[in-house]
C-alpha cells in the first residue's frame, strides 16, 4: 500500500541524506516512488479535491439563483448520481486508481449542469406567467429533450476509451459514459419531483439575483448581436 511504497522512499532519501546528498539534489524517481505519488494524488482526489468541487458548484448556483431550494435540489441528485456510479465503479475494478478517482468530481460537475438548465427553465416559465405544473413539465420537456443529446454524446464520447488498449483507459471509459447517463436520468426524475414539492418561488429577477440575470442577458444579446452583424 501507499504507506509502505513511501516509507520505503522516505527511509532512502534519508540515507543519501546521511551520505552527503542535499535535500534539494535528491530527486525522487522509479516505480517506487512514482506508486507512492500516484496513490497520494488518488487519495487527495477523493478526500479534497472532491468536497471542495462541490463546496464551489453548491456556491455558485447560490449566487445564481440566491435560493436555498435550488442548492438541495441540486445535491440531492448529484449525490446519489456519485453514489451510484461510484458503486458500479467498484464493481467494475474493486481497485481504485488515479484515474477512477476523478469519476465522483465529474459526475458531480455533469450532474450539476443538468439540474441548473432544469431549475433555470423553470424559473423563466414561471415568471413567462405559466402555473407550477405547466411550469415544470414544460421545463423538464425542454432541457430534457437538449440535455439527452448532449448526455448521449458525451456517453459515447468516453465509452470510446475503451477502444484504448489499456485497462484503466477502458475501465474509465465505461464508469464514466454510466456516470454520465445516471446523472441525466436522476435529474429527469428527481429534480421535477422536488420542483413539485418546494412551494412555488417569488420572481427570478427580483433584488441582487435579478440583477445577475439581467446583465447576463444582455451580455448575451451583445455577444449575439455581434455575431450575427458581423459573422
Known sequence: ?????????????????????AEDE???GGLMAILAEIMKVSRDNLLYMFPL???CLLLAVYLMFGRLWPVIVTTTSALIAVLWTASFTIL????????????????????FSDVVHI???????????????????SATVEVGAACLL?????AVGFYALTFVPAPAFSNLGVAASVGVVLAYALAMVIVPICL?????????????????????????LGLADLTTSRP
Open 150 to 154: 448532449t448526455s448521449i454524446t458525451t
Open 1 to 21: 500500500n501507499r504507506a509502505v511504497y513511501q516509507a520505503q522512499v522516505e527511509r532512502l532519501r534519508a540515507q543519501l541524506g546521511e551520505v552527503g546528498f
Open 119 to 137: 431549475c433555470s427553465a423553470y424559473l423563466l416559465n414561471l415568471d413567462a406567467g405559466e402555473e407550477k405544473e405547466d411550469a415544470i413539465t
Open 53 to 55: 468541487v462541490t463546496l
Open 196 to 220: 413539485a414539492i418546494f412551494p412555488t418561488p417569488k420572481d427570478f429577477y427580483a433584488g441582487r439575483v435579478g440583477w445577475v440575470q439581467r446583465a447576463l442577458e444582455r451580455m448575451l
Open 26 to 28: 535528491i530527486h525522487s
Open 92 to 111: 467494475l475494478e474493486p481497485k481504485v486508481n488515479i484515474l477512477m478517482s476523478i469519476l465522483p468530481t465529474f459526475v458531480m460537475i455533469i450532474s
